[in-house]
């Protein structure tokens, strides 16, 4: 483990403490601080569903990572910035992430053509045709005021054959250099690259150079979670993460599970988002210290006991489990924004816990532990 104590002005990386390959820091931004290891919550169209945004930092959620492609659909980047920003909008001081509004164009927009210079498309909403490319990218994320602005790009389907990924690959490092030449850099801001290649290391290895040679804020691993499986997510993590500069923080764009998390953290990565606490809230899906339960079973309708025992949140605190499993059986919308802030709340206790033990030069340990208990889960279930 070694320790610096340097604090940087405006924007900045401190990355204070190494357990193997595993980093514990804090990134410093206009808007706060993001503690590291850190998982961003998902707050799409400038709300984290079913939660207030003083529910979501009474979680310790410090970082909430918006959707370009949705707000610049609804309500649009100028009514955005006329109301002041996202910050103000949402009640949301602390530092926002957006991405570039790519993987939703790709995902969500209808009649879309991708050409070398952006993408066009149709709303999903409305039908109206628009245009992401680079440059107004860069404008839509300032706009928005976002703390943190990711570069365009194309996040690869898959599977890919290695031309297809390359090709891919090849269009989001030329708008990754037309990001950086329109992003309009303020202290305390940042704008993060996006590394492609799907799962073809030559490919990684060929991006990662690209973006080091543009230079941004920090790199994010982008393509990953899209069916290759956690073993192909992880040896793609390998041939990468390496590779990228250890003073910028790296972001795993869209991962997941808590195994998930953990391993990667191991493999370096300091910065996450994910839907699974905030989607699983809305389904009757529960993270807990005791394993994933569903809400809805019947097996909990007389249960006194509270959900997690050791939680700290409103929801554990003062309801039964019985009470829960009442609202998701009765519709009732209660459910889903009880259950979302006890998700956030895990999320936000694992990610303490993997900083307080990789600070205490403790991680192989700790995340030993963690997957003897979530071993011991799946068995008994
Ligand atoms: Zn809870």
């Not at 090849?170 to 993060?192: H, N, T, V």
Request: proline share 5%; hydrophobic share 40%.
């Amino acid at each position: 483990m070694n320790v610096t104590t340097t604090i940087p002005a405006g924007y900045g990386f401190q990355n204070f403490a190494n357990d193997g390959c595993a980093r514990a820091g804090v990134l410093h931004t206009a808007h706060g601080k993001l503690e590291t290891p850190a998982f961003m919550t998902v707050g799409t169209a400038g709300t984290v569903k079913a939660m207030t945004a003083d529910a979501v930092r009474s979680t310790g959620c410090q970082c909430v990572r918006g959707n370009t492609y949705h707000l610049m659909l609804r309500p649009g980047a100028d009514r955005i910035a006329a109301l002041g920003g996202l910050h103000s909008f949402m009640d949301w001081p602390g530092p926002i992430l957006t991405d570039s509004g790519g993987f939703q164009v790709m995902s969500l927009a209808a009649l879309r053509k991708i050409d070398r210079d952006g993408v066009t498309f149709q709303s999903h909403i409305d039908g109206s045709h628009h245009r992401l490319t680079p440059a107004i990218c860069m404008d839509l994320q300032y706009k928005f005021d976002s703390t943190i602005t990711m570069a365009l790009d194309e996040c690869t389907a898959f599977p890919a054959a290695h031309d297809a990924a390359e090709a891919s690959m090849e269009i989001s490092m030329r708008w990754a250099d037309l990001s950086k030449q329109s992003f309009r850099p303020r202290p305390g801001y940042a704008l993060f690259g996006i590394v492609q290649g799907s799962i073809y290391k030559d490919l990684r290895h060929r991006s990662v150079n690209a973006l080091r040679d543009i230079g941004f804020d920090g790199y994010a691993v982008g393509g990953l979670a899209v069916g290759e499986g956690q073993a192909a997510m992880l040896e793609t993590l390998d041939a990468t993460v390496p590779l990228l500069p250890e003073e910028a923080p790296r972001y795993l764009m869209g991962v997941g599970t808590p195994d998930d998390i953990l391993s990667a953290v191991e493999r370096g990565i300091d910065m996450f988002d994910c839907v699974i606490p905030t989607r699983a809230g809305r389904t009757a899906r529960a993270y807990t210290t005791s394993g994933v339960h569903n809400l809805r079973n019947a097996r909990f309708a007389g249960d006194p006991a509270p959900l997690d025992p050791g939680c700290g949140c409103p929801a554990c605190t003062r309801h039964s489990r019985a009470y829960r499993h009442q609202l998701f059986r009765a519709g009732e919308m209660l459910g889903p924004m009880l259950l979302t802030w006890h998700n956030i709340s895990y999320y936000q206790t694992l990610m303490r816990g993997i900083r307080a033990s990789i600070q205490a030069g403790e991680f192989a340990s700790h995340a030993a532990g963690l997957r003897a208990d979530w071993k011991r889960q799946e068995t008994s279930r």
